[in-house]
């Protein structure tokens, strides 16, 4: 072939209008992500972006809104134990997951409903 993937972008996960205050509680304020500014044309679009490590994830608005329950993205943590305190002090729920050979993983929900995977290699 002529062209060869190099990496992801980004990941885009999908909220309803209105929620950028709540992504940034989230995403933010309780997984510790980087909020990055949006190109000026694209502000007007709602949404907001985040950034951890190289890798971006977008908050993009739409109308009408559904939460992705089955796709989702994986993240793959180190201290997944960590992590799990940090929920409980904050009383968010999640769901752990042994069915992966070789890792530690939970599910957890954005604010929205989007399906959220956690992992950590072992």
């Not at 510790?32 to 949404?47: N, S, T």
């Amino acid at each position: 072939m002529s062209f060869a993937f190099k990496s992801i972008d980004h990941i885009q996960l999908a909220a309803p209008k209105g929620s950028e205050e709540e992504a940034r509680r989230f995403f933010a304020g309780l997984l510790g992500f980087e909020e990055v500014e949006k190109p000026e044309v694209l502000k007007k679009r709602g949404g907001v972006w985040f950034a951890f490590g190289s890798y971006q994830v977008h908050i993009g608005i739409e109308e009408p809104f559904a939460p992705a329950q089955k796709a989702h993205p994986a993240f793959e943590i180190d201290n997944l134990d960590g992590l799990i305190k940090h929920l409980h002090e904050h009383e968010v729920s999640y769901k752990e997951d042994d069915d992966l050979p070789g890792a530690k993983r939970i599910y957890m929900d954005d604010p929205f409903g989007n399906r959220i995977e956690i992992l950590e290699w072992v």
